[in-house]
């Protein structure tokens, strides 16, 4: 069986549009606040920069990709089961997000981190194993890392974390 593409093509069209939203807001926080974008003091610089990369590895994965079709064009295959699950397991995870972001002010930082934590990695665990040991993986890496994120942010950069 071929490899499927279904999921690439989602994911290239979500980055693309992520990316036009990102540079059209960097352009009216520029225009409208009358900001100096490539200025170091900048506010706008880090997500600047960030765009460029995300940009540049877009068009790099929508050449490899073309050329893989233009490789292995009777082994191409749209759609097929596992690329179908993936995609659902994906589409759950994009709204967690929307969900985590919704509501990071009622929850805040800590208790939003974890839940989206932890139902991330369950969901985008591809390892062949039972249900149960996922969700321990997931709650212990949680564990552990929502913590250190608020040690390093709060405590280390003092970055006030709502």
């Known amino acids: 069986m071929g490899e499927c593409r279904l999921l690439n093509i989602a994911t290239i069209t979500f980055v693309l549009v992520i990316c036009i939203i990102m540079f059209i807001n960097l352009a009216s926080f520029t225009l409208i606040q009358d ?32 050329g893989e079709i233009r490789k292995n064009k009777e082994s191409y295959q749209v759609f097929n089961r596992e690329a179908n699950a993936e ?40 390892a062949k194993e039972s249900i149960l040991k996922k969700a321990y993986k997931a709650f212990g890496a949680t564990l552990i890392t929502v913590p250190l994120l608020y040690l390093v942010f709060h405590e280390i950069f003092k970055v006030m974390l709502p």
Request: proline residues 1%; charged residues 5%.
């Open 87 to 126: 995609l659902v397991r994906v589409a759950v995870y994009s709204f967690s997000l929307f969900v985590f972001v919704s509501l990071f002010k009622y929850i805040h930082f800590n208790v939003a981190t974890a839940i989206f934590m932890f139902i991330g990695m369950f969901l985008l665990n591809n």
């Open 35 to 66: 900001n100096d974008l490539l200025s170091i003091e900048s506010p706008l610089i880090f997500a600047f920069l960030v765009g460029i990369v995300i940009f540049i590895c877009l068009i790099t994965t929508i050449v490899g990709e073309f």
